[in-house]
């Protein structure tokens, strides 16, 4: 029988657009797979994950993970390589593309494939690849990626797709171009939402602008170099893309409210900017359960910024703690790295590194406590997990997760961040703590997980959904021009104005932005609108202490307006401006095609 949607959700197709599912995966993909079965199960629809490795198999995936209890059966994958691979010509000739006449020669001759794989690649003398062939399961060419094309003298990329008979009959020039075309495809024209979570896919989709289609990208972890404690400071590398073009999407979640309040500070907010929770769909115990005192475990990556170094030296400070760590590798030199400091640490008996498993929250509901020594946090689901199963969390108060969710001395225990004697202590407190207080903490840490329940968090989404549904704006073509009028520098800041033409009906917000060249610094401040006959003037004060930094940078300047509630961002000219010819600490100057940027000299006494 057909089950109508909950109103909890939009009634509109929601998709969530991943890379793909490895055998290994972490707390980000946890998090979308914990997302996606909430909504089918509380919104009553069916939900598609769309993926875009080549080498995922999407059928066989989603039996595996429906097998396992990981996809409710209302979840499905679909795959841009085997809808390819699998589509008939007649489709093919009908597929959205870039580019409808296929140019130069691009079609032989095609690789070889090997031992009946889907793709082959070539490679230059230095390791590059500069082509790779997909193929079809009766080896025929489906889709030719070539990075060393020459058109006209220029070097080109062409993706060309083919049918069966190897009739080319669509390109692109790109490969994000590639899966907005198979989006179109599967998408078509219907309101829809499309969910991010990943930087690499995320990256992409923000130039993906469709009237009917609401984006929207979540930021599971700190947006800061997670070494600075500035909240205006040099951003996260590994996210900077995300943030710097956080406009792009109709809506840019953060998991805690900290987050949201330090973004807002840094005038980083682009008005999209909402909290959406992790959210914890398994089981919660019911009745707190005796385990060992002294016996922890911890369920993170084995990667540098979840320090589980500090996990192994603090066991072996400890009185007579031991830990199971279970968790998959990223670097093979770094595992062998904390196995040499058990070593070292004479901890062999007390640490062990249990590697992957995909049932690791299981192994809560076994130990007494859980450790969480991260360098940063989005929010931690893994504390979630722990708490469900009366497993009382230990974690460094670090931006933003864990004091979000951890009451201390209540359903668990914060200690400063990077402070492994102190984590050390903490454990040993708890392993002496008495019954009583014992099985009130863990009573508290399963009323805590009841919190992030999925029915209240669906609703918070359905609510943040449909807000950016009612407010999409329709996409503009930007053919706005900003030219810079005055760039003074004073004791303590730049003051701008700019004129805006060609841009009429624009929204009663401006901002400034500066994005350099060198670092991660990135940053906004809003700024005045005096609106003209024929332009627009915008003027405001770039504090020279948000360019600060230990080394000479560049930056170079936009201006960002909105019209409809769109946003629009233009990189500011300099070419009738009247520049300094004597260097300062900051001096604009205007770049070889006359756009104006800023050098930031280092004070001699500080080098």
């Not at 089950?3 to 657009?17: E, G, H, N, W």
């Not at 990223?330 to 790295?337: K, T």
């Amino acid at each position: 029988m057909f089950r109508k949607p909950s109103p909890i959700l939009p009634d509109v197709p929601i998709y969530t657009f991943e890379w793909g599912f490895g055998d290994q995966f972490g707390g980000i993909t946890n998090s979308a797979i914990e997302r996606t079965n909430a909504f089918a199960g509380h919104g009553n629809r069916r939900m598609v994950f769309l993926t875009a490795d080549p080498n995922l198999d999407p059928k066989q995936r989603a039996a595996q993970f429906h097998a396992e209890g990981r996809f409710s059966k209302l979840v499905s994958i679909r795959n841009v390589w085997h809808e390819l691979r699998e589509m008939p010509d007649r489709r093919l000739r009908k597929y959205p593309c870039q580019i409808t006449s296929p140019q130069g020669e691009l079609h032989g001759p095609f690789l070889e494939p090997k031992n009946g794989a889907y793709r082959a690649e070539r490679t230059n003398r230095v390791g590059k690849v500069v082509r790779t062939d997909h193929f079809r399961s009766d080896g025929s060419i489906v889709v030719s990626d070539q990075h060393d094309l020459r058109i006209d003298g220029r070097p080109t990329r062409r993706i060309t797709l083919f049918t069966s008979k190897g009739e080319p009959v669509g390109q692109w020039t790109n490969l994000s171009e590639f899966y907005f075309s198979w989006l179109d495809a599967v998408i078509g024209s219907d309101l829809s939402v499309l969910i991010t979570d990943t930087r690499g896919i995320g990256s992409r989709t923000r130039w993906y602008d469709r009237d009917n289609v609401v984006k929207v990208q979540m930021l599971h972890t700190f947006h800061l170099d997670p070494e600075r404690t500035k909240t205006d400071g040099p951003l996260n590398p590994k996210w900077k893309n995300i943030v710097i073009n956080s406009d792009r999407w109709d809506v840019l979640g953060v998991l805690t409210e900290d987050q949201r309040e330090d973004i807002a500070r840094a005038q980083l907010d682009p008005g999209n900017l909402k909290i959406l929770s992790n959210m914890y769909q398994g089981e919660v115990l019911d009745e707190i359960r005796p385990r060992p005192k002294s016996l922890g475990i911890q369920v993170s990556r084995l990667a540098e910024e979840k320090r589980v170094d500090h996990t192994i030296k603090a066991i072996a400070m400890s009185a007579s703690a031991s830990i199971d760590v279970y968790g998959f590798a990223h670097r093979e030199e770094y595992e062998q790295e904390l196995r040499d400091l058990i070593e070292f640490s004479d901890a062999g008996d007390r640490v062990v590194l249990r590697g992957y498993d995909r049932r690791a929250r299981e192994r809560f509901i076994d130990a007494s406590f859980s450790l969480l020594p991260s360098l940063f946090e989005g929010q931690g689901i893994v504390l979630l997990e722990s708490m469900a199963a009366g497993c009382i969390p230990i974690a460094y108060d670090v931006r933003y997760g864990p004091s979000s969710i951890i009451e201390h001395g209540v359903d668990g225990f914060l200690v400063p961040g990077g402070d492994v004697k102190a984590l050390a202590g903490m454990i040993d407190h708890v392993t002496k703590l008495d019954d009583e207080t014992l099985a009130m903490m863990r009573r508290n840490a399963v009323n805590k997980a009841k919190d992030y329940l999925p029915k209240k968090i669906v609703g918070d989404w359905g609510k943040v959904l449909q807000e950016a549904i009612d407010s999409k704006p329709a996409p503009v073509a930007s053919k706005g021009y900003a030219q810079a009028v005055r760039a003074t520098v004073g004791t303590d800041s730049i003051h701008m104005r700019v004129e805006v033409t060609n841009l009429s009906e624009l929204d009663e917000w401006a901002a400034f932005t500066w994005k350099s060249r060198i670092s991660d610094l990135y940053g906004r401040i809003p700024a005045e609108r005096i609106e003209g006959e024929r332009s627009t003037l915008v003027q405001g004060n770039i504090p020279i202490s948000r360019l600060e930094s230990d080394e000479d940078n560049v930056f170079d300047l936009f201006v960002d307006v909105r019209r409809g509630g769109y946003p629009i961002r233009l990189r500011i000219q300099a070419a009738a401006l009247s520049l300094p010819s004597v260097a300062a600490r900051v001096e604009p100057y205007a770049t070889s095609n006359a756009n104006l940027s800023l050098r930031y000299h280092v004070p001699f006494l500080e080098r």
